[in-house]
């Protein structure tokens, strides 16, 4: 054979042969083993979304003095080593937990329900603020007995369906008192009974009309900020869906 066809022949060959490597390469993987490298490769990429925790590490405490104990609630100067190992000495306001009502009326409108709100003095703030219900737990009463209870006494109303809405801490920094937020449906009216000390004047208020208070800046209270802002948020959410 000629020097020439000899060349052709062998890179006929060699092409043949690199198509055999090739196609031989591509059935390595089978489609069902691309299908669940692809699906892992999902699973992977979703653990990287915010996922909120609870931390459950908590400081040792080596010593805690009550400086002052008063009818609402006590100071500790207390002692510690904190989670990190860092020594530390803190003042915290022990306090028994309060609960917060978010009390709805949306008998007429889902969309713009109306809301109960106070307006009541507070010396702290040194002014008249718009608040939602709330109040003080007794120790170890239940968190949804005291809402219920406190919802009762200073507007006089009660609610056939209740429901948890958030937890939160008001000034973590000093403060040790947790805020229970519920949301209060079905409202039935009755009769208010505060206590000696509390001058309230409440009336419903549209959720739209809360909303523009707040851009306004009337409304000051944080728990009513938190609560109101929150609760407007979760019903957008159900309205996309």
Known sequence: MPKKDKLKATATADRKAGKSKKVKAAKTIKPKKAEKAKKAGKAKKGTKSFQPLVMTERARVVSSAVVYQGPLFRICHDKIVEPGGHKNERDVIRHNGSVVILAIDNSKSKKNPWIVIERQYRHAANQFLWELPAGKLDPGEDALTGAKRELAEETGYSAKKWKPLVEYYASPGFLGE???????????????????????????????????????GAILDGKTLTSVLLYQRIMEGKRKK
């Open 178 to 216: 947790s805020m229970k937020v519920f949301l209060a449906e079905g409202l039935v009216a009755g009769d208010a009974r505060p206590e000696e000390d509390e001058r309230i004047e409440f009336r419903l208020v549209k959720l739209f009309d809360v909303l523009k208070m707040i851009d306004k």
